[in-house]
């Protein structure tokens, strides 16, 4: 089995469990403006995996909306921070991996859709935000996923081929980026994208306590 040089993760669904946190927040703003909350099921069609920009774009399509976009998203970057700026909990396995990658000398990056500011903001409210060696935001690149663009230079950042590389992802939209990029791709599968396809993978897992550590070892 190929011992992989470096670990490029996706933030939310697979470091925190944030999904619920930013469908919350979405909906408060939602309902502001006379409109029905979004349920799950449109969450999971429309939202998952998508840039903040790609996010209001979607619901501009699917609620009446008249605000421009970048009001909605200052108004929902209020509304997340104050959600992020309590503790939350990793997801389970997470600590446990980023532990094992530090007793081996595995370099770790985050690749996250979400702007690199919230990611930072995501990572303190975990307690994680010196556990990583690069970090990634939807906003360092020029195409989001499922471009590939941004495992491609998280692995450059480390100093590795994105070959070289295992990239672990939730969404179908971010498996089809880690995918394209040529790393080996596995999937956690969580509440939020349960009923979606992942089988894109090359390993699906229920959480990061099932991770094979013999792929780094």
């Not at 469908?23 to 979004?38: C, K, M, T, Y």
């Not at 501009?60 to 309590?86: C, F, G, Q, T």
């Not at 080996?184 to 939020?192: C, G, P």
């Amino acid at each position: 089995m190929a011992d992989y040089k470096a670990i490029l993760f996706d933030m939310d669904g697979v470091l925190i469990d944030s999904e619920p946190l930013f469908l919350d927040a979405i909906n408060r703003i939602i309902v502001q403006e006379g409109q029905s909350p979004i349920s799950e099921p449109e969450n999971e069609e429309y939202l998952i995996g998508t840039t903040v920009n790609q996010t209001w774009e979607q619901l501009k399509d699917i609620r009446v909306l008249p605000k421009a976009i970048p009001e909605y998203i200052d108004m929902y970057d209020v509304v997340v921070k104050e959600v992020l700026s309590e503790r939350i909990d990793p997801q389970p396995g997470v600590v446990g991996l980023l532990n094992t990658c530090k007793e081996l000398g595995i370099p770790k990056a985050v690749a996250s859709s979400s702007l690199r500011e919230w990611v930072y903001l995501k990572l303190n409210s975990i307690g994680l935000v010196d556990s990583f060696d690069a970090v990634l935001g939807g906003d360092d690149v020029k195409n989001g996923k499922p471009n590939p663009e941004i495992y491609l230079l998280a692995a450059k950042k480390l100093g590795f081929s994105a070959e070289e590389c295992i990239a672990i992802e939730d969404s179908p939209v971010g498996i089809s980026a880690a995918v394209a990029s040529g790393a080996h791709t596995i999937a956690v599968r969580t509440y939020f994208t349960r009923n979606l396809d992942i089988s894109q993978a090359d390993t699906v897992v229920d959480s990061l306590e099932q991770f094979d550590f013999s792929l780094i070892r």
